[in-house]
């Protein structure tokens, strides 16, 4: 499975402005319903109960908040880089501003858990990450999530 597969070039953005995680977890929700044939409020609620049972940060800034929708019908990501970091709860007590929205449908268990595995095995990469904060936009972050993961494979 390549990022390529789980993001599409609208599904990158830059420079997004929220103040809270529970902003961003609507904004994501509204970003990913854009998306997909999943209502807004359905994916916000999935969000939100993946997030009670653990934050999603893995550290350094980044976060991968996910979860399993029932009509989804293939795992789908969203990718945002924020204007500035936010409290997210994370571990390592690191504000978050990179974070990958990944969905999947409710019975793809071992898809969505190596979806998962790669993504955190990529943005794990200080110079990845580092890269990801000073590009010129989205389109430039698209390339960089893509062609990356691409050459990593």
Known sequence: ???ETLLTRDAV???LKVS????LMQELASL???RSEIDQDTVYSALLERERLGATSVGDG???PHARLPNLESVS???VRLSQPIDYDAADEQPVDLIFLLLAPEAANAEHLRALAKISRLFRKTD???SLRGADGADALFLMLTERQARAA
Do not use: P, T
Request: with cysteine.
């Open 1 to 3: 499975m390549s990022l």
């Open 13 to 15: 953005i830059c420079d």
């Open 20 to 23: 809270s995680k529970k902003q």
């Open 32 to 34: 990913a319903a854009e």
């Open 62 to 64: 980044v976060a991968i």
């Open 77 to 79: 990501g969203v990718f």
């Open 128 to 130: 990845f990450r580092d």
